[in-house]
């Protein structure tokens, strides 16, 4: 089975500039997450959703960051304006319900903002 | 709170030594659910094990080993034999008991980075 496919892999932007990162997690889970992965501050949730629907929004770090997902197989990630502080890994990660918690993670793409 | 800590930041090994990397955890959930992911130079995250926190028994698979110890809140990892392909950065992550909720965040630890030379 496929596992979870993000894209693009890498990213190079200007600052000002909208960046979109897409995902799509592994048929079936009803469960996808956004996380950014820096040196200074880790692995931090980002947002989660729940069959569609956003969860928990909490760890958006500000209103330059959305998240939608308009269908069971596809979700993006979206900074506008970019920023270099912006400058990160990205990773989707999806589960399923009832199959304890483990999340499966897809390679990640690697933003960065000039 | 919930807090994993991963003490060891760098570790180096040669080749077919055994090598530890130690994990240890806060909750004042009685149930929950522990466990490893590997990144290896790549960039993606694999994962490895999960642990529920009702099961204390260790766990082995191929050259890969855990020891789940309640007593001192320790979920450490042991790679036997280690080989080059083992290089990567490994973190261990910690989550409350999902039962019906059918989610619990993950709170991951800052990783140990196993550097295995031939």
């Known amino acids: 089975d496929a596992g979870v496919i993000q894209s693009p892999r890498h990213e190079v932007t200007e600052m000002g500039q909208e960046v979109t990162l897409r995902c799509k997690p592994i048929?079936?889970?009803?469960?996808l997450f956004w996380y950014r992965q820096t040196m200074m501050r880790g692995l931090e949730l980002l947002i989660y959703?729940?069959?569609?629907?956003?969860?928990?929004d909490s760890g958006m770090p500000e209103d330059r960051f959305s998240a939608k997902m308009p269908n069971a197989s596809f979700s993006t990630l979206k900074i506008q304006p970019s920023e270099p502080r912006d400058s990160a890994v990205y990773f989707c990660?999806?589960?399923?319900?009832?199959?304890?918690?483990?999340?499966?993670f897809g390679a990640g793409t690697r933003l960065s903002v000039l | 709170a919930q807090k994993v800590t991963q003490a060891q930041t760098e570790i180096s090994v040669v080749e077919k030594e055994d090598v530890t990397l130690d994990c240890v955890y806060e909750?004042?959930?009685?149930?929950?659910?522990l466990f490893w992911y590997k990144q290896p130079p790549s960039g993606e995250l694999v994962f490895l094990i999960r642990?529920?926190?009702?099961?204390?028994q260790n766990e082995i698979s191929g050259r890969y080993s855990w020891n789940f110890q309640k007593s001192t809140s320790s979920f450490n990892f042991t790679i036997t034999a280690s080989q080059v392909v083992d290089s990567a950065v490994y973190f261990c992550?910690?989550?409350?008991?999902?039962?019906?909720?059918?989610?619990?965040?993950?709170?991951f630890g800052t990783g140990t980075r196993l550097l295995v030379s031939p």
């Open positions: 990660a999806s589960s399923l319900r009832g199959k304890g918690n483990i999340q499966y």
């Open positions: 048929s079936g889970h009803d469960y």
């Open positions: 959703f729940n069959n569609n629907v956003p969860i928990d």
């Open positions: 909750t004042r959930d009685t149930t929950y659910y």
């Open positions: 642990r529920n926190s009702f099961d204390e």
């Open positions: 992550a910690l989550s409350s008991h999902p039962m019906n909720t059918g989610f619990q965040k993950l709170v």
